[in-house]
């Protein structure tokens, strides 16, 4: 649904209707205002207003981890890049539409030490900013929603009601970022006058939740305006530094949320497996409440059933996906004579297409396990409305656990099983948390680094709640290093010959660990007849960790390999780019050369090995 048909002359002087203008819309290049979901193509700058010369399309960017504020970009399409010249300000960026409440997804790169921002309706700035490697961040910093500003106020005290991030979450200059945005608009009256907040109702970096449930009580310095709207243009900082965007996925949600009124019930008591007929059973009590609740007064502790009968107002038509939950027994919902059934642990799901109206709807809830806490909820969501509760939101949860979690506020070393995002579960895995916020989890049985990660260190419930899986998750930004590890070494016949799969023939043994004073660990495993020492340190200004490796008594072509991802390629300094400018990797002079090679389609970066190797991972 196209809503800003004035941003297109085009079309008008065509006589085209605003209900044909999406079939128009590419032929004749013109971009409208955003249906409620859309990925901006980024062939052109057709969805920004009037950008600057600084503004390109490109098909590829590359930083330099030396090179502050620089971005080198290649011919193509996919890729927004802001480039200002050499010591002048570029412009803000400007798009053509306007957003309410929105989820924005995007992937940013940065250049070292560059600065830009991301200005929901012009007015409300979420900090982009190369904060590599800082272990407490500011509203200022990377994710950090920036300060409001007040001239008034003495030196010092003008700037408040910022921000920070939870956590730094944040990656290496050259490396891609993926952020996440969901954004409430502020609410107005008929008059005009602001009823409620803006609200960040969450902001996740990199797959860590950084902000959420702020609300925001005015627009932030910088802003296009002290007014707020219930809609404005998304704004690009382009004043500072050089930054990068691609993937950029915008969802509206402009549909009014449907209401539930006239709310009656019927409890009864008793175990009910099957619904009875109502007909002729005598309720317990009924009456009319405020809302569709488990919070009924006269309800039984332990064993019921409670019927409703109320009325939805959908105030848009579309295709609704509605949610019924409840706790320690089965449900139903029925509306507009389509019937979704619940059962033990398992939710009513369905989706129903409704007009502008109203619908008679049944909802039906059945507790028979005694012991389990009364709770109901009803939600819908569709793809312009964003989830919303039609229920009482004051009920319990189903087993509220408070969390086990593990900070490293002194070097920290855990053993459990450890999932691997999208990979294996690495059952003899060992965590090591530092103080400086950089951690990383080492494979006892392949004797290799399998994941790092940025910011807090362990959430051990799944290990130690209840009987438990004895797993635990970083709770920071973590970058997977091989989600199907294998051995760290290997002995080849050549440089082209396959890795092994298994340790068959190798004499593996690991042989634990020993820690230096400060606590921490340098691991000990025997392969091929030789002793190796493979020890892991965090590099200066937190911005990743070295790995040293030394072998006594090292047997004929034995390679380590660093390294396998989809794409290797090395850098003009020497520096490896691993991934989709996932992390680097910075081999030590020690006269071996690395060499890049594909295997069974994936690419390796592997390094022969005669007494020693060492290596940086860059992230």
């Known amino acids: 649904m196209l809503r800003r048909y004035e941003f297109c002359p085009k079309l008008k002087r065509l006589g085209v209707s605003p209900g044909k203008a999406l079939v128009f819309m590419l032929g004749i290049g013109c971009y409208q205002q955003l249906a409620a979901q859309n990925t901006i193509p980024l062939t052109d700058l057709s969805a920004f207003k009037q950008p600057a010369p600084s503004w390109r399309i490109a098909g590829d960017v590359n930083a330099d981890l030396q090179k502050e504020n620089t971005l080198v970009s290649t011919t193509g399409t996919g890729i927004l890049v802001n480039l200002p010249d050499k010591g002048k300000h570029g412009q803000d960026l400007f798009t053509t539409w306007q957003h309410g409440d929105m989820d924005l997804e995007l992937d940013y790169l940065m250049s ?3 600065n830009s921002g991301i200005y929901l309706q012009g007015r409300y700035e979420i900090q982009l900013l ?12 990377n994710g950090g929603i920036y300060e409001r500003w007040d001239n008034n106020k003495p030196e010092g005290q003008q700037g408040y009601d ?5 956590q730094n979450a944040s990656l290496a200059p050259g490396l891609w970022q993926h952020m996440k945005i969901s954004f409430q608009a502020p609410r107005f009256d ?3 006058n602001k009823t409620a907040n803006a609200v960040i109702l969450k902001i996740e970096l990199n797959g860590v939740t950084i902000q959420e449930n702020i609300s925001l009580s005015g627009p932030t310095r910088g802003a296009i305006g002290n007014n707020e709207v219930a809609e404005g243009p998304l704004r690009i900082q ?5 930054i990068a965007f691609r993937n950029i996925r915008i969802q509206q949600f402009n549909t009014p949320r449907p209401e539930l009124k006239d709310v009656n019930y019927a409890i009864y008591k008793g175990v009910f497996q099957q619904q009875p007929d109502f007909n002729t059973l005598k309720p317990l009590a009924s009456g009319q409440a405020a809302q569709l609740t488990s919070n009924l007064a006269g ?9 409703y009968n109320s009325t939805l107002v959908a105030k848009a038509a579309g295709k609704y996906d509605f949610t019924l939950h409840t706790s320690g027994g089965g449900g139903q919902l029925k509306i507009k004579d389509q019937v979704f059934n619940a059962g033990r642990n398992k939710d009513a799901k369905g989706s129903v297409e409704l007009a502008a109206g109203s619908y008679p709807v049944e909802v039906l809830y059945s507790k028979q396990v005694d012991w389990a806490k009364a709770s109901l909820s009803l939600s819908v969501q569709s793809a312009t409305l964003r989830e919303s509760v039609l229920s009482d939101a004051n009920v319990p949860a189903d087993d509220p656990t408070d969390p086990i979690l593990v900070t490293a506020s002194e070097n920290t070393i855990l053993r459990s099983f450890m999932d691997l995002k999208g990979g294996q579960r690495v059952v003899h895995a060992v965590s090591v948390g530092s103080p400086a916020k950089l951690h990383y989890t080492y494979d006892m049985d392949h004797a290799v680094p399998v994941q790092v990660w940025r910011g807090e260190f362990l959430n051990t419930t799944p290990m130690w709640h209840d009987r438990g899986d004895g797993s635990s998750r970083p709770m920071g930004m973590v970058r997977i290093l091989d989600q199907q590890p294998a051995m760290a070494l290997a002995q080849l016949s050549s440089a082209d010959a396959q890795w092994p799969a298994d340790t068959t023939g190798a004499g593996y043994r690991p042989k634990g660990y020993s820690l230096d004073p400060q606590g921490l660990p340098s691991f000990r495993f ?10 892991l340190r965090i590099l200066p200004q937190n911005t990743g960790v070295h790995r040293s490796l030394q072998v006594a008594g090292t047997p004929e072509n034995l390679y380590a390999r660093l390294a396998v991802a989809d794409s290797i390629t090395q850098l003009p300094d020497g520096t490896y780019m691993i991934g989709d400018k996932a992390w680097y990797i910075r081999v030590d002079n020690s006269g071996a050369k690395p060499v890049i090679r594909n295997q069974q389609g994936k690419m390796e970066l592997i390094v022969p090995v005669k007494t020693a190797i060492g290596y940086a991972i860059i992230f």
């Not at 190369?130 to 910093?141: E, F, K, M, V, Y």
């Not at 382009?238 to 050089?242: A, E, I, K, L, R």
């Open 112 to 114: 070292a030490g560059s």
């Open 130 to 141: 190369d904060s590599w490697g800082n272990p407490n961040p500011r509203a200022s910093d």
């Open 162 to 166: 910022g921000h920070a991030p939870r």
């Open 190 to 192: 008929a008059a005009g």
């Open 238 to 242: 382009g004043d500072h530094g050089t």
């Open 299 to 307: 309800l039984p502790d332990n064993q019921f059933l409670v019927r």
């Open 526 to 535: 025997e392969i091929y007849g030789s002793t190796v020492s493979d020890t």
